[in-house]
């Protein structure tokens, strides 16, 4: 004969056969006793499991003292087989992200180095910083950043600065140094007579008969310069800037006006001539005579109609030869 099975709670079934299972109703589950020499002995506790908790079988709701109602509880839990999806970590979550932001009920925070979510705080830190900036430049790799800035105190000019001398007035006021021996000839900066500047009209370095000195300014009216430092007139014969001549075209019963180049320093004595074979008996004079010009005449001697002569001359201040 199989085993007997007895669900309830009351414990007066101790005149049962042996063999007999009793399924009793506790808290939070079952107990399974095993009557043995009349005594009920505790084999297993097996707890319910239901969606609100553990179910207590003598609660209000249920009849602890039949089996429909035991089956009742039972039909209440949730029961999960263990192959479902939904007990495996690979299943894919709900939507959750807001949980895992800043004031999030599970924040993923930066904590030492493991990696973490950004904050605000730290994304506007980051957007203010140059791309490719370090923390970490050598001095020298901060040197080349700096010298590139305009105005930058750089080597070159560090060199230059230690080629002046302590206490050097490098202002453009500053007066030069004694340096004539360097403008002399074969000195290292030596002045050209012909790079100088223009000079005024004065008379400072004209040479004289007790110092040398620069030529002085020329007169302009044929006379040379004397080893005393003036301007003389030559004397004797014509000849040189002092003598001067032309030709004219003149006609005869008329007169022509002969004006200087450039002006004699006094009178010259002045002779003209017929410069062509059709003088006849025409006759040429001189007049007028200064040391800016004079005028030619011609005297027609003859009758009939007028032509032109060319008339040749020169003049001379030289004087008596």
């Not at 019963?253 to 062509?276: E, H, I, L």
Request: hydrophobic letters at 35%; aromatic letters at 4%; charged letters at 20%.
């Amino acid at each position: 004969m199989g085993q007997k099975v007895f669900i309830g709670s009351s414990e007066n079934m101790t005149e049962a056969p042996p063999g007999w299972i009793w399924f009793k109703p506790v808290a939070g589950g079952l107990e399974i006793r095993e009557l043995d020499g009349g005594v009920w002995t505790l084999k297993e506790t097996v707890a319910l499991v239901g969606e609100g908790g553990a179910h207590d079988l003598g609660g209000a709701s249920h009849n602890a003292d039949t089996l429909a109602n035991l089956n009742t509880k039972v039909s209440d839990a949730t029961l999960i087989n263990t192959g479902d999806s939904r007990l495996s970590d690979a299943r894919t979550p709900t939507a959750h992200k807001a949980s895992h932001k800043g004031g999030g009920s599970d924040p993923i925070d930066v904590v030492g180095a493991a990696n973490g979510l950004m904050s605000s705080a730290d994304k506007t830190k980051l957007d203010g910083i140059d791309t490719g900036a370090k923390d970490d430049q050598t001095g020298a790799e901060i040197k080349t950043a700096y010298e590139a800035e305009a105005n930058a105190y750089t080597d070159t000019k560090d060199t230059k600065l230690a080629g002046i001398a302590t206490g050097a007035d490098v202002t453009g006021s500053n007066a030069p140094q004694t340096h004539a021996a360097s403008h002399l000839s074969a000195g290292g900066d030596a002045v050209k007579l012909d790079d100088l500047a223009s000079p005024d009209d004065n008379t400072d370095l004209d040479f004289s008969t007790t110092k040398h000195g620069l030529t002085p300014k020329g007169t302009n009216t044929g006379k040379f310069l004397k080893d005393d430092g003036t301007w003389g007139t030559p004397s004797g014969g014509g000849g040189g800037s002092d003598v001067k001549c032309g030709s004219e075209s003149v006609a005869d019963g008329a007169s022509q006006a002969v004006t200087f180049t450039t002006a004699f320093s006094s009178t010259p004595q002045v002779v003209a001539c017929f410069g062509d074979n059709q003088a006849a008996v025409d006759i040429v004079e001189v007049g007028g005579v200064s040391t800016t010009g004079f005028t030619i005449y011609i005297k027609k001697g003859h009758g009939g109609g007028n032509h032109t002569h060319v008339v040749n001359w020169i003049a001379t201040d030289a004087g008596d030869p």
